[in-house]
């Protein structure tokens, strides 16, 4: 019987994620390590209506987007190749930027665990602590200079614990935890974007249309000097050759008795 609900469950999630690629155009791979049921339920309801988490087994969504593929959704084999490790789909039709930051502000408090990779520098300030006074042969022990004040542990200098990217050691989390400090925060990480048919890195988001623009603007600027230097007409480089060549007829007629109608103002002026 178990094995049975266990099949059935596996068709039902399948069937699920079938439906979501037929109803979601865009869709974030975010990575899943270290967050706890507890906190996926919370930012899946703080999501709720703008997009859907989708949580299963790498096997099983590689199976289900080989199978789209072979119907025809051949711009899939790229989510399929991304989903590797810890992984979960989010599927959505709203603005891309606006849905990241949902994902990442839905982030939780954590203490630091022996063995972990720090996400950022931990330094510990200098000042009273709630520490007992039996606990500073522990802070000697971790290099801390302190003493005590009126019965409790004062830290004399600020102390760096470690950087970002150190692996965290048992008696530095140990120390965090007794000082109430939770130096990290855990939550959803995205890893790529899905959108019509590319896939690319959560940084393009971050890219205004202005950038695009200027960039545009500028690639067009340099293709119509390669052009002039080059005397290879674009469509970049005409109008500027039209510039051109109207300022050398414009010349020629300043300077002798030929004329015509957009030369007359100017020779006017210069007859004054």
Do not use: W
């Not at 399929?80 to 990241?100: E, G, M």
Request: with cysteine; glycine share 4%.
């Amino acid at each position: 019987m178990a094995s049975k609900k266990t099949k059935d469950r596996k068709y039902q999630l399948a069937d699920e994620l079938i439906e979501h690629f037929d109803t979601y155009s865009k869709l974030f791979i975010v990575d899943c390590d270290n967050v706890g049921s507890n906190q996926m339920h919370e930012i899946r309801r703080a999501m709720r209506g703008t997009a859907v988490i989708y949580c299963g087994k790498n096997t099983q969504m590689r199976r289900v987007i080989r199978q789209l593929e072979e119907k025809g959704r051949t711009e899939l084999e790229k989510v399929r190749q991304a989903c590797k490790l810890n992984v979960a789909l989010i599927f959505t039709n709203d603005s891309l930027p606006d849905v990241r930051d949902m994902i990442l502000d839905n982030k939780k408090e954590a203490a630091a665990k022996a063995g972990a990779f720090a996400q950022v520098d931990v330094t510990i300030p200098k000042g009273i602590t709630a520490l007992e006074p039996s606990m500073t042969n522990f802070l000697q022990a971790l290099n801390i200079s302190s003493k005590i004040t009126k019965g409790q542990i004062e830290i004399i200098n600020d102390v760096e614990l470690f950087k970002a990217g150190d692996r965290v050691d048992a008696s530095q989390a140990a120390l965090l935890q007794k000082l109430d400090i939770q130096p990290f925060e855990y939550g959803l990480v995205p890893k790529a974007v899905f959108d019509g048919e590319s896939l690319f890195e959560p940084a393009v988001l971050d890219i205004r249309d202005e950038q695009i623009i200027a960039t545009f603007n500028n690639c067009l600027k340099q293709t119509a000097y390669v052009s002039l230097v080059t005397n290879m007409p674009t469509v970049a480089s005409v109008p500027y050759s039209i510039l051109i060549a109207f300022s050398k007829l414009l010349a020629v007629a300043c300077e002798t008795e030929f004329s015509f109608k957009e030369a007359e103002e100017i020779k006017a002026f210069l007859a004054k």
